[in-house]
Each structure stands twice: as structure tokens, then as C-alpha cells.
């Protein structure tokens, strides 16, 4: 009967432990991960912070100038080898279903993504970021707001049936900017969605992967202004080599002009050389059935000169696969 006690209390005990194990590991797991979470929402904190400061004045480091008036009217290059951050970015429909891609299209350029979504959908601001224009285009992008966001990215919304913001606005990602339509150049409601770099369209599907409502990786590097400058400096770079190999040229002649007795002494001098080295350079794998005699003769030469030049005597013997300078 003591035994039994005994055995109950210690299973009780291991079990008990077991359990305390247990708790004791979800603790542990539960608190690497709300750790992990308070890291990364103090990353996304001190990010915003850095963004809310220019929100005012975004992207300078990419434009120049701000204006009200147009959507493409930037000012300066578009930069090579641009880093552009993705994070704190928010979809701006929550449709998965892109109706027209970006690209070449019914013989013109399509410069952006269309979205499906009916009249009266929420559309919101993809990131923070300040509006530029707010208009009306009849012919074009219907009713459409552009925001330039401090990743040096600018957003167009187009078609929508009504937009919600005004010029110069500050808007945070989210934020709703105007509402689905089919307004302007437009066949069925649909949102048309473009992501430019100083005027320059890229690929939203680069950028934004509407089907999986994500963005296609955390930043995005713009590279195209760079491929062609580097095509350009390798261009310069041969142009300039061409330009040495002239000189050297020139360069020459003109030593060999300066004195006649000297050229003259210069040219035999070099033909000997050239000659010489060309002794040098040839050499001769013998083949099966060779003879001294039949090298000298294809390499038109005496058996004596041949055999000289190989440090042999004529009565040597030779085998095949062996070298010979000639
Ligand atoms: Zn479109």
C-alpha cells in the first residue's frame, strides 16, 4: 500500500516536472518570439520616424523640383544603381486580379499595372508620402492622384470614379486616396497603377506582387541607367584604346622620320629581329616516317642548318612526337 502511495506521488511528481518542462519552453519560445516582434516593430518605428522627416520635402536625394502640374515633369536624371525600400508599403486595392500588364500594348506603351476593381473601391496610398497631383485627364488617366513617397518612388492611381485627397497632402501608407472607377481612357473600371523613378516607369510587378497582395522582396534596385552607362564607358574605354594604338603609331613613324640614316638602320635592324624571331618561334612535332632530310624540306631548310639549330648530328636518330626547332 506504501509502495502504491509512493509510486502515485512520483508519477505525480515526473508528471508534474514534465508539464513544468513544457510550460517552461513555451515561455522561453514565446518570449524569443515577442522579443524577435519588438525588434522588428521598432525597426518598422525608427524607419517611420526617419520617413515622417521628409515627409514634407520627400526624395530629395532623386528630385529637384515639386510641382502640381503634370505627371512626368522631373526634373535631372534618373539615377543609376537605386536602392529603393519597399517596407512600410501597403496594397493599394486588396484585388489579386491584374487585367493588363506593364509593357507594350495595342502599339503604344503601357506604363503601368491595371488592377480589377469595381466603382467605388477604396484605394490607398502604397506609402507614406505626399500628394503631387490630383487632376482630371478626359483623354488619359481619368480622375488620377500621383504621390511621391521619400524611396524616391512616385505612385499614379488612375480611372478612379473620385479621388479623396489634395495637392501637397501629406498621406500615410493606407490611407485611402480616391475610390475605383472607369473614368478617362478606360474600358470596365479598373485601377491603373503606375511606380515611377524620377519619371522613369518600372514594372510595378516588380515591385508589388498583386496576386500574392505582397511585395516582391524588401527593396528593390533599379539598375537600368547603369547597364548603359557601363555599355558607354566600355564604349569610351576601346574608342580610347583605339586612340593609344594611333598615337603609338604615329609616335612611331614620326621617330623613324626624324633620321633617314637611322630609320634605315632601324628597319634592317628590326627585319633581322623579325626574322630571327621568327626562327625562333617555329618548331616542328615529328611524325611517323619523318626523315632529317624530309623536315629540312618542308621547312625549307638544309639537314646541316636543321641540325644545328636542334644541337643534333645528322646521323641522330628521331621519333615521332618529338620536337624540333626549325
Ligand atoms: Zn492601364
Known amino acids: 500500500m506504501t509502495i502504491h502511495i509512493i509510486k502515485k506521488t512520483l508519477g505525480l511528481v515526473l508528471l ?6 513544457l510550460s517552461a519552453q513555451d515561455i522561453i519560445a514565446h518570449q524569443a518570439s515577442a522579443d524577435k516582434q519588438m525588434k522588428d516593430i521598432s525597426t518598422i518605428k525608427a524607419h517611420k520616424i526617419i520617413n515622417n522627416t521628409n ?6 536625394n532623386v528630385y529637384t523640383n515639386w510641382d502640381n502640374a503634370s505627371v512626368n515633369s522631373v526634373a535631372g536624371a534618373v539615377p543609376s544603381n537605386f536602392k529603393i525600400d519597399l517596407r512600410g508599403f501597403c496594397m493599394p486595392t486588396p484585388s489579386r486580379v491584374v487585367t493588363s500588364k506593364f509593357g507594350y500594348r495595342w ?6 499595372l491595371d488592377i480589377k476593381v469595381y466603382v467605388g473601391d477604396t484605394i490607398r496610398a502604397a506609402f507614406d508620402g505626399k500628394i503631387r497631383v490630383v487632376k482630371y485627364d478626359g483623354n488619359g488617366y481619368g480622375n488620377y492622384v500621383v504621390i511621391r513617397h521619400p524611396n524616391g518612388l512616385e505612385t499614379l492611381y488612375g480611372h478612379m470614379s473620385k479621388t479623396l485627397v489634395r495637392p501637397d497632402q501629406i498621406v500615410k501608407a493606407g490611407q485611402v486616396i480616391g475610390l475605383g472607377g472607369n473614368t478617362g ?8 497603377f503606375e511606380t515611377r523613378l524620377a519619371g522613369k516607369a518600372i514594372d510595378p510587378s516588380l515591385l508589388f506582387d498583386f496576386p500574392n497582395q505582397d511585395i516582391v522582396s524588401d527593396y528593390y534596385i533599379y539598375r537600368g541607367e547603369k547597364i548603359q552607362k557601363e555599355a558607354r564607358t566600355s564604349a569610351s574605354a576601346l574608342a580610347s584604346v583605339a586612340n593609344d594604338q594611333n598615337n603609338l603609331e604615329s609616335a612611331l613613324e614620326a621617330a623613324e622620320k626624324k633620321s633617314t640614316t637611322n630609320s634605315r638602320r632601324n628597319t634592317a635592324s628590326r627585319k633581322v629581329a623579325q626574322n630571327k624571331s621568327k626562327s625562333k618561334s617555329k618548331s ?4 611517323k616516317g619523318d626523315t632529317l632530310y624530309s623536315i629540312a624540306k618542308k621547312n625549307g631548310m638544309s639537314v646541316k642548318e636543321l641540325c644545328k639549330k636542334n644541337g643534333i648530328k645528322q646521323s641522330a636518330k628521331i621519333r615521332a612526337g618529338q620536337t624540333l626547332k626549325c
Open 16 to 21: 508534474s516536472m514534465s508539464t513544468l518542462q
Open 185 to 192: 481612357r478606360s474600358t470596365g473600371s479598373h485601377l491603373h
Open 55 to 60: 515627409l514634407n520635402n520627400p526624395a530629395t
Open 284 to 287: 616542328y612535332t615529328v611524325k
Open 107 to 112: 502599339h503604344r506603351q503601357h506604363q503601368g
